[in-house]
């Protein structure tokens, strides 16, 4: 056996050091590392003793340890990024900071900056977190791989965001009460407060901010014109704050000589809701600032005011074998303010007595059916004296006027107007009846009161008209006060009454927008028991 059989032979088993100083170990660069599982040496390239575990070598030292960072919040929505500062031990040159979110993803810090052995600065960019995803654990790889972590520190908050546009946010009119509100919503579900920032602009000019709602209450202060208030709000949700910048116009008050509404709908969009006098500005007042009496919000939401067909400077014009022996009487100065139809108080009164069938009244307005497109058209009749005949009711009902409207492609001058004539009656009936005296509950009645209606809505190059239905309603009629009238009207529990549709009676239908219109007032009466009934005109808009 030779010496180096004799060494290579030589094992060792359970040895035991007794000395003092250590036990010296192969030492060599990282380079002249070997490859058995097992294997313990001192890397002189990294200064620490390591070991083989089969698969790599892993250093034997104290790894780092995390005790704090800062900040714990991260706005995933703020468009930069985020400084974070860790504290802790054995923090080594070249160690990287990690984070990792709740399903394990791991996400690498954009720069990492070792302050010191207990002081580390890292940053990342702050849309590199998801709110879904939190909280987010932060981990330290030193150089030598050893890893330190500290489990749940960042969670993602963001700040609040507006879901109301910059900008102009509503317009108030002078004493007219504000109803306006913004909102923002927060992705954490935080509650959002708000506040007025940089100023007391909404206070100085009469209106308070609810700071739980948004709400934008308070009367709107006098003005000489039209002004425009500037203002910034801010959203708060978990000190997370967003301003953003709106403004309210303060109107000179609307309805007035100088300042006249377009239509009582936007009037009462505008926070007008008493009844009363306003001034209007339209094609039914004759393109002149007029006082009409205004009712807000009557049946199906639609609000009306008073106009009279005397201001489009057209005369009445009678038609049929009996017109010798009707009269119409036009009011030349009709009073569009009051609020009660009387024989003295109305636009027009139609009178007619031993007419025999066959008599209307032509009254023009100059204007077309697109003219009442997206509008409603409505007549009231005041009947104090029944017509004679006791056709179309029997017993002491007499005879009944009516309105309707008559239309044509032209003008039709002081002609008479319409093409509907089943049984030779185009001296009497309308293509299109809007109301009849008498009906509902006073067809049998004098001094009855009747209201009706027809809407009209664009289609296309044409326009559709409805009326007796449950929104628009039938004929109302009371033998009471006007005041009740409306009432009866408003009630949409009542349909009030609704004729047979028929040529002239027909609920619903489509008419060339470009056509004319013109009112037709019929009537007759077939002996000396005149009939006589009084009206006025109402416009509705919602």
Same mark, same amino acid.
């Given at each position: 056996?030779?010496?180096?059989?004799?060494?290579?032979?030589?094992?060792?088993?359970?040895?035991?050091?007794?000395?003092?100083?250590?036990?010296?170990?192969?030492?060599?660069?990282?380079?002249?590392?070997?490859?058995?599982?097992?294997?313990?040496?001192?890397?002189?390239?990294?200064?620490?003793?390591?070991?083989?575990?089969?698969?790599?070598?892993?250093?034997?030292?104290?790894?780092?340890?995390?005790?704090?960072?800062?900040?714990?919040?991260?706005?995933?929505?703020?468009?930069?990024?985020?400084?974070?500062?860790?504290?802790?031990?054995?923090?080594?040159?070249?160690?990287?900071?990690?984070?990792?979110?709740?399903?394990?993803?791991?996400?690498?810090?954009?720069?990492?900056?070792?302050?010191?052995?207990?002081?580390?600065?890292?940053?990342?960019?702050?849309?590199?977190?998801?709110?879904?995803?939190?909280?987010?654990?932060?981990?330290?790889?030193?150089?030598?791989?050893?890893?330190?972590?500290?489990?749940?520190?960042?969670?993602?908050?963001?700040?609040?965001? =507006?879901?109301?546009?910059?900008?102009?946010?509503?317009?108030?009119?002078?004493?007219?009460?504000?109803?306006?509100?913004?909102?923002?919503?927060?992705?954490? *579900?935080?509650?959002?407060? #708000?506040?007025?920032?940089?100023?007391?602009?909404?206070?100085?000019?009469?209106?308070?901010?609810?700071?739980?709602?948004?709400?934008?209450?308070?009367?709107?202060?006098?003005?000489? $014109?039209?002004? /425009?208030?500037?203002?910034?709000?801010?959203?708060?949700?978990?000190?997370?704050?967003?301003?953003?910048? &709106?403004?309210?116009?303060?109107?000179?008050?609307?309805?007035?000589?100088?300042?006249?509404?377009?239509?009582?709908?936007?009037?009462?969009?505008?926070? #007008?809701?008493?009844? *009363?006098?306003?001034?209007?500005?339209?094609? %039914?007042?004759?393109?002149?600032?007029?006082?009409?009496? /205004?009712?807000?919000? /009557?049946?199906?939401?639609?609000?009306?005011?008073? =106009?009279?067909?005397?201001?489009?400077?057209?005369?009445?014009?009678?038609?049929?074998?009996?017109?010798?022996?009707?009269?119409?009487?036009?009011?030349?100065?009709?009073?569009?303010?009051?609020?009660?139809?009387?024989?003295?108080?109305?636009?027009?009164?139609?009178?007619?007595?031993?007419?025999?069938?066959?008599?209307?009244?032509? =009254?023009?307005?100059?204007?077309?059916?697109?003219?009442?497109?997206?509008?409603?058209?409505?007549?009231?009749? %005041?009947?104090?004296?029944?017509?004679?005949?006791?056709?179309?009711?029997?017993?002491?009902?007499?005879?009944?006027?009516?309105?309707?409207?008559?239309?044509?492609?032209?003008?039709? *001058?002081?002609?008479?107007?319409?093409? #509907?004539?089943?049984?030779?009656?185009?001296?009497?009936?309308?293509?299109?009846?809007?109301?009849?005296? $008498?009906?509902?509950?006073?067809?049998?009645?004098?001094?009855?009161?009747?209201?009706?209606?027809?809407? %009209?809505?664009?289609?296309?190059?044409?326009?559709?008209?409805?009326?007796?239905?449950?929104?628009?309603?039938?004929?109302?009629?009371?033998?009471?006060?006007?005041?009740?009238?409306?009432?009866?009207?408003?009630?949409?529990?009542?349909? $009030?009454?609704?004729?047979?549709?028929?040529?002239?009676?027909?609920?619903?239908?489509?008419?060339?927008?470009?056509?004319?219109?013109?009112?037709?007032?019929? *009537?007759?009466?077939?002996?000396?028991?005149?009939?006589? &009934?009084?009206?006025?005109? =109402?416009? $509705?808009?919602?």
């Amino acid at each position: 056996m030779t010496k180096a059989r004799d060494i290579a032979d030589f094992k060792f088993e359970n040895i035991t050091d007794t000395g003092t100083e250590g036990t010296r170990v192969a030492t060599g660069t990282t380079a002249q590392r070997g490859s058995t599982a097992g294997q313990l040496r001192f890397n002189s390239t990294t200064g620490l003793a390591e070991y083989y575990d089969g698969s790599q070598f892993k250093s034997i030292d104290t790894p780092p340890v995390i005790s704090s960072i800062t900040p714990t919040e991260v706005d995933s929505a703020s468009g930069s990024s985020t400084s974070f500062t860790i504290t802790g031990t054995n923090f080594q040159s070249g160690a990287v900071i990690k984070f990792i979110d709740n399903s394990g993803t791991v996400i690498t810090a954009d720069t990492t900056t070792v302050n010191s052995s207990t002081s580390i600065t890292a940053t990342k960019t702050d849309s590199s977190f998801s709110n879904a995803n939190e909280p987010y654990d932060v981990k330290i790889e030193n150089s030598n791989g050893l890893t330190g972590e500290l489990a749940d520190q960042i969670n993602v908050d963001t700040a609040p965001t =507006w879901n109301t546009a910059s900008g102009n946010i509503g317009t108030v009119y002078e004493a007219q009460n504000a109803n306006i509100t913004v909102s923002a919503t927060d992705a954490e *579900g935080d509650t959002v407060s #708000y506040s007025e920032t940089g100023g007391t602009v909404l206070a100085t000019n009469g209106f308070s901010l609810n700071s739980s709602t948004g709400a934008i209450t308070g009367t709107a202060p006098a003005v000489s $014109g039209d002004t /425009t208030i500037n203002f910034n709000l801010r959203a708060t949700a978990n000190s997370k704050n967003t301003d953003r910048a &709106f403004n309210i116009i303060i109107g000179e008050e609307l309805g007035t000589a100088t300042n006249p509404a377009t239509s009582s709908a936007q009037l009462y969009n505008a926070g #007008y809701t008493t009844d *009363g006098n306003y001034y209007y500005n339209n094609d %039914f007042t004759a393109s002149t600032t007029r006082q009409c009496y /205004t009712r807000f919000n /009557t049946r199906d939401g639609v609000h009306w005011h008073r =106009w009279s067909p005397y201001h489009m400077g057209y005369a009445t014009t009678l038609h049929g074998g009996g017109a010798g022996n009707t009269q119409i009487y036009n009011t030349s100065s009709p009073d569009l303010t009051s609020t009660t139809l009387s024989s003295s108080v109305r636009d027009f009164t139609y009178h007619t007595y031993s007419s025999g069938q066959g008599v209307s009244s032509i =009254w023009r307005v100059g204007l077309r059916i697109s003219s009442l497109n997206g509008l409603y058209l409505g007549a009231e009749l %005041f009947e104090d004296a029944h017509g004679d005949s006791t056709e179309y009711g029997g017993g002491t009902a007499g005879n009944k006027g009516g309105i309707g409207i008559d239309y044509q492609s032209t003008d039709g *001058g002081t002609g008479n107007w319409g093409a #509907y004539s089943p049984n030779g009656d185009a001296n009497y009936q309308p293509e299109l009846s809007i109301v009849q005296t $008498g009906w509902d509950t006073t067809r049998d009645n004098n001094n009855a009161r009747n209201f009706g209606a027809t809407k %009209f809505t664009q289609d296309g190059t044409d326009t559709d008209f409805i009326r007796h239905n449950t929104a628009v309603g039938g004929i109302f009629g009371v033998t009471t006060n006007e005041s009740d009238l409306w009432s009866r009207y408003s009630d949409t529990n009542n349909s $009030g009454y609704v004729p047979t549709s028929n040529s002239y009676h027909t609920h619903s239908g489509t008419i060339t927008s470009n056509d004319y219109f013109a009112l037709r007032v019929k *009537g007759w009466s077939d002996n000396a028991q005149g009939l006589r &009934f009084h009206g006025i005109f =109402w416009i $509705g808009s919602k």
